[in-house]
């Protein structure tokens, strides 16, 4: 693993369509939440803010997807967004998608890249 990687956690911790795993990335000097989800064997990272307002998307920690594992959704505003990309498919995040977070999977390992 480059220097400048840091682990985030096991692949095997990261369901498909289901649970995430909540990190977080320095900012400016300040902690900024982030997650990590898995959607069609491929892991995607995004800071955990709506794009509606600035608030957490988990409905529970590690809960971001819709009821039918499609979907990343906003606990507070029912916002969808799409997993792969983060963007907004509808909702109020009135088209402001989900920031990106560069993440690999390495050997099982998923890392955040820097």
Same mark, same amino acid.
């Given at each position: 693993?480059?220097?400048?990687? %840091?682990?985030?956690?096991?692949?095997?911790? +990261?369901?498909?369509?289901? %649970?995430? +795993? %909540?990190?977080?990335?320095? %900012?400016?000097?300040?902690?900024?939440?982030?997650?990590?989800?898995?959607?069609?064997?491929?892991?995607?990272?995004?800071?955990?803010?709506?794009?509606? +307002?600035? @608030?957490?998307?988990?409905?529970?920690?590690?809960?971001?997807?819709? !009821?039918?594992?499609?979907?990343? @959704?906003?606990? !507070?505003?029912?916002?969808?967004?799409?997993?792969?990309?983060?963007?907004?498919?509808?909702? *109020?995040?009135?088209?402001?998608?989900?920031?990106?977070?560069?993440?690999?999977?390495?050997?099982?390992? @998923?890392?955040? *890249?820097?």
């Amino acid at each position: 693993m480059a220097e400048s990687a %840091r682990l985030i956690c096991s692949g095997a911790d +990261v369901v498909e369509g289901g %649970r995430g +795993v %909540r990190f977080s990335i320095d %900012r400016h000097g300040l902690p900024e939440p982030c997650f990590v989800v898995r959607h069609r064997g491929v892991v995607h990272a995004f800071v955990n803010r709506c794009g509606h +307002v600035p @608030i957490e998307l988990d409905w529970q920690p590690g809960e971001f997807f819709d !009821t039918s594992g499609l979907y990343l @959704i906003c606990a !507070t505003h029912g916002a969808l967004y799409c997993p792969d990309s983060g963007r907004c498919l509808g909702g *109020k995040c009135n088209g402001k998608g989900l920031q990106p977070v560069a993440v690999l999977e390495i050997d099982g390992q @998923i890392i955040l *890249k820097a």
